[in-house]
Every structure is written in structure tokens, then in C-alpha cells.
């Protein structure tokens, strides 16, 4: 009896079940009877399909040790700070459970993200509304949300009553018509298209959260101006400390912006310097690291392109915008680009202007009212404050320099105004600051940048370079920033 039992038991173990010849998804290393390292598997195929773009198998089956798994394991876990091993260990698959933004770390979200929008004022629209908040509520936070980014930036948001606004705000639940459909309460809470015709722009809110304008449940405000960044066509960082990193975080009400989301609102919209030194100098968060700065490419052949600082540094061109650089050798063709940190990792702020001092073979880079010292592309010491120069105490930045090599004199420019400092007596000249129109006449507007090359001064203003006869004082041409990266 007992053995036609045991019989019985071994033919119902190897009988297949009804989803034995199609498996939706199959573990194939996890051979433990405890369902746990399962469901952690499924969990994070499901995580990096969507947020590392981890290709899917055919049949559904995936492998904890193959190497396009742990590849995209070793990626997340790079971008999240951690101990890059590609083993799905406890800290891994904590920040895999952590309710977040449903936008990739890595990708593109579609096809029609572009880069920024093309003008300066940007109208939204309200949809469906959450069922959580009175619809009041919902008004004033989302008008809260996009004022986090207009207070940072020269862009204006208006509300608008049709459905042909830029951005679309609708509070949605799983399936919602766009592809990209929510999966339930916590795991993914909203997402946002970049900016774009179409669906470019529109930021839907999954509606299964528990949505609040407090601490409990999901805080509306801190999600919405998150997504609203992705509206504008910024990416996500992997600084914790910045509005645009993924995962969601309950302690963010007070100061949602750090320097770094300040620094990339303005490099993609370039407001003027006025106002971007202004919400840089109000948002007191210490500097961040290079290694943390998001991967933010820009095209750099685009007509509306403008630089903050351009200077010869060793035997290349530097060419800065927001804490992005472009290098162009003298001799060669290719341009290098990314992070200002990636080749000076000293430097984590933006350039506002730069000057090189040939017969010192020293450049300086001012951010602000401090200064670093450039020898070659290698940064010594640690910044210095502008008054090294002999400016009086109120002057905080200046908009652009340069140095005429024949007359040894670096020339400042802030606003309407300049300086002439002598660089031999190391002190400044007499009589300065003078308005910028007396001696520069067709230069009527502020200087973004300047570069001094035989003879002439090139001031970059907006995307135009003004050549200007320094000798006979009068405009000799006129022509775009981009052709100087050989656009």
C-alpha cells in the first residue's frame, strides 16, 4: 500500500501543469523550494526590461547568471550608487521595490522625446483628476509644481481651459491609451513625455497611489514637479540629492531644486545670467560631485546654441554652456564633449567666463564670485574670490573676459559695464568701470562671452558672434556660435 502510494505521489510531481508548454516566465536557475528567490527574479527582469532596457526573451525565461542580465544588473546598480557586483543582492532589490518615476535611467522614454521646447512660455492643462483631493487642491499644487521651475528658470507656465495645451496632466490608472500602461498602487507612480508634439509633454499620475498634500500617502507636489523636469526635457540623475533623481522621497516638501536641476533648467533654456545666477545664489545646497551629474548630451550643432565662456586652454578651444563643455583641438577636426567634470573633475559648478594669459600659459575660470587657476586642462589649488583682481566687494559675477595679449590687459564684463586690468602691474586700470556702448559701439546688449583672436574680439551674444575691430572700434561681421564647433 505504501509503495503504490509513493508511486502515485512521483507521477503527480512529473504530470505538467495547464501552463507547462507556454510559460509567461521562467526562472531558470531557482531550483529552492522557497518562492522568494523567484519572485525577486521576476521582479527585477521586470525592473530593468523598463528602466535598463533589458531585452526580453522569446520564451519568456531569464537567466540570473547570463550576461546581458547581469550586465543590466551591474548598470543600475552604477547608476544607484552601489556595489557594482551584478548579483541581485538585498540593497539591489530594495531600490528595485522603491516606488518611482516610470520614465527609464537610461533611454529615451519614446520616440518622440525631443530636447527642450522652443519657446519660453508653456501652457498646461488639467484632465481627469485624482479621486484623493478636492479639485482645488490639485489646482493649486500643480500651479505650485510648475512655479518650482519658473522661479529657477526665465520660462512662464499658463493654465489653459482646451486640449491643445504643450503639457496634458490627467490622473490615470493601468492601461491609459499611451503604451506605457501603470501597474497598481506603489511600483511606478507617474511618468511624463519629454517635450514634443502629440503626447510630447503630457505627465499622467498613476491614479491606484494614495495621493496627498502632506507626508502620508504620495506627496503631489514633489512628484509633480519631478515629472514636470521630464515635461522640459530633463533626464534623471543619480544624485540623490536632486529633484530629478528616480525614486520617490518623503523629505523633499521644504527645498525641492538642488544647484544641479537649477544648472540644467537654465542649460537647456538659457534664461539670462541675471536670473540664473539669482536662483543659483538662493538655493544654499553644497556643491555636487562630478561622478553625479546626469548624462545630459546636447546637439551641438543647434541654431539656438549660446555659450557662457569660451577660452584657449593649452593647444584647444573651450567652449562652456551650464556645466557642459566642448573641447576643439587647434589641430584637429573631432570635438570632445560631455560633463565639465569629466575632464576637470575639480570643477562641479557651471563657467560663467574664461581667459588665458598666454605669457603665464594660465587660464582662468570664473564661476560666480570665485576663480580657478588653469594650467594646460590640470586645475591648481582650490578657487579664489574675484576680489584677487581688485574688484570692489559687490561685484558677485561677471557675464564675460578676455585677455588682449598685445596691450596686457584682461578685459570684464558685467552688464553694461566694464573693466581693464592691467596684468603686468597686476592691479586694475584707472577709471573703470566704463559702459560697455562708450567703447564697444554696436555691442548694446549683454556679452555672453569673448574670445580674443588676431586682432579681433569675437562677443558671443545670444546664438550670434559679433567681430569686433578692437583697433578701429566698430563690428566687422557677424556669425553664429555654432559655426565655431564647425557646424
Known amino acids: 500500500m ?245 525614486t520617490y522621497k518623503t523629505s523633499r516638501t521644504v527645498k525641492l531644486l538642488s544647484r544641479e536641476d537649477v544648472a540644467n533648467i537654465n542649460a537647456l533654456y538659457s534664461p539670462l545670467r541675471v536670473h540664473q545666477n539669482y536662483a543659483l545664489r538662493n538655493l544654499q545646497t553644497p556643491l555636487l560631485s562630478g561622478r553625479l551629474f546626469p548624462r545630459l548630451m546636447h546637439d551641438r550643432c543647434a541654431p539656438d546654441l549660446t555659450f557662457d565662456a569660451v577660452s584657449t586652454l593649452g593647444d584647444a578651444t573651450f567652449f562652456f554652456r551650464g556645466r557642459y563643455l566642448w573641447i576643439k583641438h587647434n589641430t584637429q577636426s573631432d570635438i570632445k564633449e560631455g560633463p565639465i567634470t569629466n575632464f576637470m573633475p575639480k570643477i562641479e559648478t557651471s563657467i560663467d567666463a574664461a581667459f588665458l594669459v598666454p605669457r603665464r600659459s594660465t587660464a582662468y575660470l570664473i564661476h560666480e564670485s570665485m576663480f580657478w587657476t588653469v594650467k594646460g586642462s590640470l586645475v591648481k589649488g582650490k578657487p579664489r574670490p574675484l576680489t584677487h583682481f581688485g574688484f570692489p566687494p559687490w561685484v558677485q559675477d561677471v557675464d564675460a573676459a578676455v585677455h588682449i595679449n598685445k596691450m596686457g590687459r584682461t578685459l570684464f564684463f558685467m552688464h553694461d559695464i566694464y573693466w581693464s586690468y592691467n596684468e603686468n602691474r597686476r592691479v586694475m586700470d584707472s577709471g573703470y568701470p566704463k559702459y560697455i556702448s562708450e567703447d564697444f559701439p554696436g555691442v548694446n546688449t549683454t556679452i555672453d562671452a569673448a574670445f580674443y583672436k588676431e586682432d579681433f574680439i569675437h562677443f558671443f551674444v545670444g546664438p550670434q558672434v559679433y567681430k569686433f575691430d578692437y583697433i578701429h572700434k566698430h563690428i566687422v561681421g557677424i556669425e553664429t556660435a555654432i559655426s565655431w564647433l564647425g557646424c
Not at 547581469?70 to 543600475?76: A, G, T
Open 2 to 246: 505504501h509503495v503504490m502510494l509513493l508511486l502515485c505521489w512521483i507521477l503527480v510531481l512529473f504530470m505538467p501543469g495547464p501552463g507547462f508548454t507556454a510559460p509567461t516566465f521562467t526562472p531558470v536557475e531557482e531550483s529552492t523550494t522557497s518562492p522568494e528567490p523567484q519572485v525577486d527574479l521576476k521582479l527585477a527582469a521586470d525592473y530593468l526590461q523598463h528602466y535598463y532596457n533589458l531585452q526580453k526573451d522569446p520564451l519568456g525565461r531569464v537567466k540570473r547568471s547570463g550576461p546581458s542580465f547581469v550586465s543590466k544588473v551591474k548598470d543600475m546598480q552604477i547608476f544607484f550608487g552601489l556595489n557594482a557586483t551584478g548579483v541581485l543582492d538585498a540593497e539591489t532589490l530594495e531600490v528595485m521595490k522603491t516606488p518611482r518615476c516610470g520614465v527609464p535611467d537610461v533611454e529615451e522614454y519614446s520616440h518622440i522625446q525631443g530636447t527642450r521646447w522652443n519657446k519660453n512660455v508653456i501652457t498646461y492643462s488639467i484632465g481627469r483628476y485624482t479621486r484623493d483631493l478636492p479639485r482645488s487642491t490639485v489646482d493649486s499644487t500643480i500651479d505650485s509644481a510648475f512655479s518650482v521651475w519658473a522661479r529657477a528658470s526665465g520660462l512662464t507656465f499658463v493654465r489653459s481651459n482646451t486640449h491643445n495645451a504643450d503639457i496634458m496632466v490627467e490622473f490615470v490608472t493601468y492601461a491609459h491609451g499611451d503604451m506605457y500602461p501603470f501597474d497598481g498602487p506603489r511600483g511606478t507612480l507617474a511618468h511624463a513625455f519629454g517635450p514634443g508634439i502629440g503626447v510630447g509633454g503630457d505627465t499622467h499620475f498613476d491614479d491606484d497611489e494614495h495621493w496627498t498634500a502632506g507626508e502620508t500617502g504620495f506627496n503631489l507636489l514633489v512628484v509633480a514637479a519631478h515629472e514636470f523636469g521630464h515635461a522640459l526635457g530633463l533626464k534623471h540623475s543619480n544624485n540623490p540629492e536632486s529633484l530629478m533623481y528616480p
